[in-house]
């Protein structure tokens, strides 16, 4: 059973940068599908990014609207992890992240190909 764990999250101010970190064990990460979701308090849990795996010769990722110019994903295969560098953090992107691997050939944003998730790490921006 794959183990994905989150970190980075914490506390910045509305332009503030954080990276998230998921890292894996006991599975090669770069051989899955991985997605970030966030879900903010009283909502549904949305798609933020996706990327691809690495075997694809595409290189492909997904973005939310929302995030596109200040997000970006990529992986780190030494250390099993995929990053989710985030840039001009805005209040409307406080949540609980969380990020998911799937064994198929594309990403998605779709929740349910996601087999394995992480606990979640939490981000709070403040104006």
């Known amino acids: 059973q794959m183990q994905l764990v989150e970190s980075g999250g914490g506390f910045v101010h509305s332009g503030g940068s954080l990276r998230l970190t998921c890292v894996a064990s006991e599975y090669n990460l770069k051989l899955y599908a991985v997605g970030w979701f966030r879900q903010a308090p009283g909502k549904e849990r949305e798609g933020v990014f996706c990327?691809?795996?690495?075997?694809?010769?595409?290189?492909?990722?997904w973005s939310a609207d929302s995030v596109k110019g200040r997000f970006t994903i990529s992986r780190d295969n030494a250390k099993n992890a995929v990053y989710l560098q985030m840039d001009n953090l805005k209040p409307e992107d406080t949540a609980v992240y969380y990020c998911?691997?799937?064994?198929?050939?594309?990403?998605?944003?779709?929740?349910?190909?996601?087999?394995?998730w992480g606990q979640g790490t939490q981000v709070t921006v403040s104006s």
């Open positions: 990327i691809n795996p690495e075997a694809e010769t595409e290189e492909r990722t």
């Open positions: 998911a691997a799937a064994y198929v050939r594309y990403c998605s944003e779709i929740e349910k190909i996601y087999n394995y």
